[in-house]
T-cell receptor, first 116, second 114 residues
């Protein structure tokens, strides 16, 4: 069974700092990995999707890397802003089903607070 | 940007009552999912649905749960006899080849069983 762990559980930083959020997973046979943002009481907004053959993806101030062999992914947020305050979730899909239908396994998330 | 739409956003129900949670996946998406998140817990997989049948379900998805795509656009989750522990946020999601099979989630239905 796939276990996904995210560190730290919570992070509080002043505006402008560069941040690193960590995600680790136990089974390296993944199909892809996706980072989501969740605002309190809201849905999941996809931030970045990394296929198993890729090393990193970038979108604006966000950069996600993937090291499949070591079971790790990192989400890097540059020049953080108060609007970045949210919970960031990492989720992986295994490749063992040989299809695109596999479930996502989620971490508990990192709760980020960026203060002005 | 296409969206997955869920209704209602919040539902309160008496224990033992049946509830139906509704979702409209993104047009032309073919794979559909339900997940749930109990307050303070991880997001958990419930069921996946493709070609009008369940393709995978978790141990949570027991006989009290069912899914249906009644009219080619809506995708519903039914809980036959709700329990207090069914209180959670329920998320619908869909995926498609053209988005590299990345998930798009709806905004969720908060179910409160009293």
């Amino acid at each position: 069974k796939q276990e996904v762990t995210q560190i730290p559980a919570a992070l509080s930083v002043p505006e402008g700092e560069n941040l690193v959020l960590n995600c680790s997973f136990t089974d390296s046979a993944i199909y892809n990995l996706q980072w989501f943002r969740q605002d309190p009481g809201k849905g999941l907004t996809s931030l970045l999707l990394i296929q198993s053959s890729q090393r990193e993806q970038t979108s604006g101030r966000l950069n996600a890397s993937l090291d499949k062999s070591s079971g790790r992914s990192t989400l890097y947020i540059a020049a953080s802003q108060p609007g970045d305050s949210a919970t960031y979730l990492c989720a992986v899909r295994l490749s063992d089903r040989g299809s695109t239908l596999g479930r996502l396994y989620f971490g508990r998330g990192t709760q980020l607070t960026v203060w002005p | 940007e296409p969206e997955v739409t869920q209704t209602p956003s919040h539902q309160v129900t008496q224990m033992g009552q049946e509830v139906i949670l509704r979702c409209v996946p993104i047009s032309n998406h073919l794979y559909f999912y339900w997940y749930r998140q109990i307050l303070g817990q991880k997001v958990e997989f419930l069921v996946s649905f493709y070609n009008n049948e369940i393709s995978e379900k978790s141990e949570i998805f027991d006989d009290q749960f069912s899914v249906e795509r009644p009219d080619g656009s809506n995708f519903t989750l039914k809980i036959r006899s709700t329990k207090l522990e069914d209180s959670a946020m329920y998320f619908c999601a869909s995926i498609a080849r053209r988005t590299n099979y990345g998930y798009t989630f709806g905004s969720g239905t908060r179910l409160t069983v009293v």
